[in-house]
């Protein structure tokens, strides 16, 4: 596998979390590209950080968010922006290393927060940096 920094995904992804998750640290949060899989249908994957590992080096948590590009750079924007939000959905609100799992990352959930994020984005827009996001 080979691993890049992906500058523009990370700007998406931190666009995003001020819109929809204000809550995450995106200072501790990286986004990257990785190239050469072999799994068969996985588009991205978040990684983190775990307590123990943060108390043995004295760190706060710290999320790394995979995309394979071999599915990830086929996708349409409104699909990767949808990926996006599905791997920030992962991270909880207490922002502490551990995952919220698919029982709460659903299609159906991750399909209103990209609803919630067009929304809030065009009044964004509209109405210029005064509206609160």
């Known amino acids: 596998m080979k ?3 992906a500058p523009e995904i990370q700007f998406k992804a931190e666009e995003i979390s001020k819109i929809l998750f204000p809550y995450v640290d995106i200072g501790n949060i990286k986004c990257f590209r990785s190239y050469g899989t072999s799994s068969r249908y996985t588009i991205a994957r978040c990684h983190a950080l775990g307590k123990l590992m943060q108390k043995a080096i004295c760190r706060k948590a710290f999320y790394v968010l995979e ?3 071999e599915r ?19 991270i909880p609100k207490c922002f502490g290393g551990g995952f919220k ?8 959930n ?4 990209y609803k919630t994020y067009k ?9 210029g940096n005064w509206f609160k996001t």
């Open 72 to 90: 990830f750079d086929k996708l349409d924007e409104e699909e990767k922006i949808k990926i996006i939000i599905h791997e920030l959905m992962h």
């Open 110 to 113: 991750v399909n209103m927060m």
């Open 3 to 5: 691993y890049e920094f």
């Open 67 to 69: 995309f394979l590009s």
């Open 101 to 108: 799992h698919h029982n709460v990352v659903t299609n159906k």
């Open 119 to 127: 929304n809030k984005k065009e009044e964004k827009e509209k109405y």
